[in-house]
């Protein structure tokens, strides 16, 4: 019987480098590492169960599978979507448990630039469409075109396993077995990646940084969420915000809405010295700190100097070389922190956008109060008692021929 090696793909499509958090992934160099571990195998079982991702890590993963040279059969317990689609038509038999779903779209994306970069964009999408079309039609045996006529509409086409089949994008059913799926199925799925600057639907040329889990990362975790509910903390009080006026070093001044007129903090509102907006970006001030500013408020305080020089990797540090401050806690403990400065930092943002419509409510209100009272002055009201018929009858004056009647009722009764 021949021996089968399966290899697991789960979660996103992604370049290894871009993995910093270790999610589940689907790269060239995590199935190049299961094929080496392998052993020996005659044909290969893709189990797949991912959102799709980025387009150019999608077509390396299934140039290198195909050109292994040896069967390939795929199927999936979870879902089947976007890149993962192409993956998934490798299979010359390609079964989907009976709830899994599998879902097909154009390629898409975001683009910034002018408008030559608009123009080379648009060419590698349809020259992307068109790699995509040529895959489904070798699946599905329909034509380039009915599937054309299918995704012309731009939208997410989601088919169960028996819509699946009854189209050509499976072949069959299999009773799933294994453990639940593990893919993320809190993102929107993807087909190309656009994001930090890039153009078109081409990989950064430079391997992104990240963050080390140091002492001055723990630190700057918990000083931004320590600042961020203090400035919270004061607005919610109706305590009075303070300005403080900062330099950076290039000669702008910075206006800081503070609760104390000291120090900044985390989601501290930010103005030019003009009042006019602070664009997005970093600010570095005349002390060397570094201010992010977000959407017109703080968003990370950054000092250089307190930065904290990683010893190389191959060096194991002494007892007496580890700081006796430094905390090591478990990715679970760091990824709680950093949802709950998420948390706070959109909290703090819901603040803001209450705060800046009071501000715009306080001069309509002023100018209404002051209408009304000038209204009041100028019309006032004397309060009186509402008149009786008989106040009425008595406040009538009476006319000739009723003073003549008591007058000759009068002259009888002498």
Not at 8 to 29: H, K, Q, V, Y
Not at 336 to 362: I, P
Request: glycine share 8%; net charge negative; with cysteine.
């Amino acid at each position: 019987m021949p021996k089968t090696l399966t290899l697991t793909l789960r979660g996103i499509i992604m370049p290894e480098a871009w993995n910093w958090f270790d999610e589940p992934c689907i790269s060239l160099a995590g199935v190049q590492a299961q094929v080496a571990n392998g052993g020996t195998y005659e044909d290969i079982l893709l189990d797949i169960d991912s959102d799709g991702g980025i387009i150019e890590e999608g077509w390396r993963v299934y140039d290198y599978l195909k050109g292994l040279g040896v069967p390939i059969n795929a199927r999936s317990g979870g879902v089947v979507c976007s890149m993962a689609t192409i993956l998934f038509g490798l299979g010359s038999t390609r079964l989907l448990s009976p709830h899994a779903k599998f879902m097909a779209h154009q390629p898409g994306g975001g683009m910034e630039g002018n408008i030559n970069d608009f123009r080379t964009y648009l060419a590698e999408l349809e020259t992307e469409q068109a790699r995509m079309l040529s895959v489904y039609a070798t699946m599905t045996g329909k034509s380039e075109e009915d599937i054309a006529s299918l995704l012309i509409d731009g939208q997410d086409h989601y088919f169960t396993a028996q819509e699946s089949i009854t189209y050509g994008w499976a072949t069959g059913l299999y009773e799933n077995t294994a453990e639940p799926a593990t893919a993320n199925r809190t993102r929107k799925p993807i087909m190309a990646h656009l994001s930090d600057g890039r153009k078109g639907l081409g990989l950064p040329t430079e391997k992104p940084t990240t963050q080390t889990n140091n002492k001055l990362d723990m630190a700057t975790i918990m000083d931004r969420a320590k600042d961020g509910f203090k400035y919270l903390q004061a607005f919610m009080e109706g305590k009075k915000m303070v300005a403080l006026m900062v330099d950076t070093a290039d000669g702008k001044k910075l206006d800081i809405t503070t609760a104390d007129g000291e120090t900044y903090a985390i989601n501290n509102p930010v103005k030019f010295e003009d009042g006019s907006d602070v664009p997005d970006g970093e600010y570095t001030l005349s002390d060397g700190i570094i201010l992010t500013i977000t959407g017109g408020v703080i968003t990370d305080i950054q000092d250089p100097a307190q930065a904290v020089v990683e010893a190389p990797a191959e060096e194991e540090p002494t007892a007496s070389a580890v700081d006796a401050d430094t905390v090591t806690i478990s990715k679970t403990e760091f990824d709680r922190l950093t949802a709950l400065e998420t948390a706070h930092t959109a909290m703090s943002a819901t603040v803001e956008q209450h705060t800046a419509m009071l501000a715009r409510m306080q001069p309509v209100l002023t100018a209404a109060q002051a209408a009304l009272s000038q209204k009041e002055s100028a019309d006032p009201k004397v309060a009186r008692l509402p008149e009786t018929p008989i106040d009425k009858r008595t406040a009538a004056p009476e006319d000739d021929a009723v003073t003549r009647k008591k007058e000759r009722l009068a002259a009888r009764s002498k």
